[in-house]
Nanobody, 124 residues
Framework: QVRLEESGGRLVQAGGSLRLSCAAS????????MGWFRQAPGKEREFVAA????????HYADSVKGRFTISRDNAKMAVYLQMNGLQPEDTAVYYC?????????????????WGQGTQVTVSS
């Protein structure tokens, strides 16, 4: 099992930027894909971005493509989400997740370990 801890969420104005971080500990981090998901009040958890185990494949939800960038540092056992051009509809709790394999996937079932989440609130 990999333990994950997100940080970096806060209140930001529309058009602003945030960088979320996810620190991992436990099993071999570098062997697994990592993903970011988010959940807004009253909505289901949705895929945001994912990166393969070595960073060669990256996928984004259409809603964040061109604004968000996922990256990872295997030496530091960390994954990041740079969020630019934030909009009120980006308001949600953001979760970091460890994939069951090294390949990216948009399905929550493809992820085995989850962090507790970090709140991102975008004011208009």
């Amino acid at each position: 099992q990999v333990r994950l801890e997100e940080s970096g969420g806060r209140l930001v104005q529309a058009g602003g930027s945030l960088r979320l971080s996810c620190a991992a500990s436990g099993r071999t981090f570098k062997n697994y894909a990592m993903g970011w998901f988010r959940q807004a009040p009253g909505k289901e958890r949705e895929f945001v971005a994912a990166i393969s185990y070595y960073g060669g494949f990256i996928h984004y939800a259409d809603s964040v493509k061109g604004r968000f960038t996922i990256s990872r540092d295997n030496a530091k056992m960390a994954v990041y989400l740079q969020m630019n051009g934030l909009q009120p509809e980006d308001t949600a709790v953001y979760y970091c997740a460890r994939g069951r394999t090294g390949s990216t996937d948009q399905d929550t079932e493809a992820y085995a370990d989850w962090g507790q989440g970090t709140q991102v609130t975008v004011s208009s």
